[in-house]
């Protein structure tokens, strides 16, 4: 895992997903709750195994470029130390996922090959 780029605000839907382990599930339920009541934005369940590409547990949220600085400014200082994946929601998956996405702490390694 290496640090990547961080989210920049220049498409018109987004998606995060916060991504976590049995270890931290408690602190990443509290963590999307807190983002369901501060932001009104649609979150996901809390998935306890690896959805899609995604190789850990994850919670996804759905939120719009109006959204994007506040939210993640809020979400950069309070993940503690689990990553999320910031990414477009352009309708490509594959570029979504990979030119279009960005990280808040250590990248992990996307499982690409459903979008091939």
């Given at each position: 895992?290496?640090?990547?780029?961080?989210?920049?605000?220049?498409?018109?839907?987004?998606?995060?997903?916060?991504?976590?382990?049995?270890?931290t599930?408690?602190f990443?339920t509290?963590?999307?709750?807190?983002?369901?009541?501060?932001f009104?934005?649609?979150v996901?369940?809390?998935h306890q195994?690896?959805?899609?590409p995604?190789?850990?547990?994850?919670c996804?949220?759905?939120?719009?470029d109006?959204?994007?600085?506040?939210?993640?400014?809020?979400?950069?200082q309070n993940?503690?130390?689990?990553?999320?994946?910031v990414?477009?929601?352009?309708?490509?998956?594959?570029?979504?996922?990979?030119?279009h996405?960005y990280?808040?702490g250590?990248?992990?390694?996307?499982?690409l090959?459903?979008?091939s």
């Open positions: 895992m290496t640090t990547a780029r961080k989210p920049v605000n220049q498409h018109d839907a987004y998606h995060a997903h916060v991504y976590f382990d049995a270890d599930l408690m990443a509290s963590l999307c709750q807190r983002i369901a009541a501060l009104s934005l649609e996901g369940r809390i195994k690896p959805v899609g995604h190789p850990q547990w994850s996804q949220i759905k939120f719009t109006a959204d994007f600085d506040r939210f993640i400014h809020w979400l950069e993940r503690g130390d689990l990553s999320v994946l990414h477009a929601d352009t309708g490509d998956d594959l570029a979504d996922h990979t030119t996405a990280w808040l250590e990248s992990e390694e996307l499982d090959r459903m979008f």
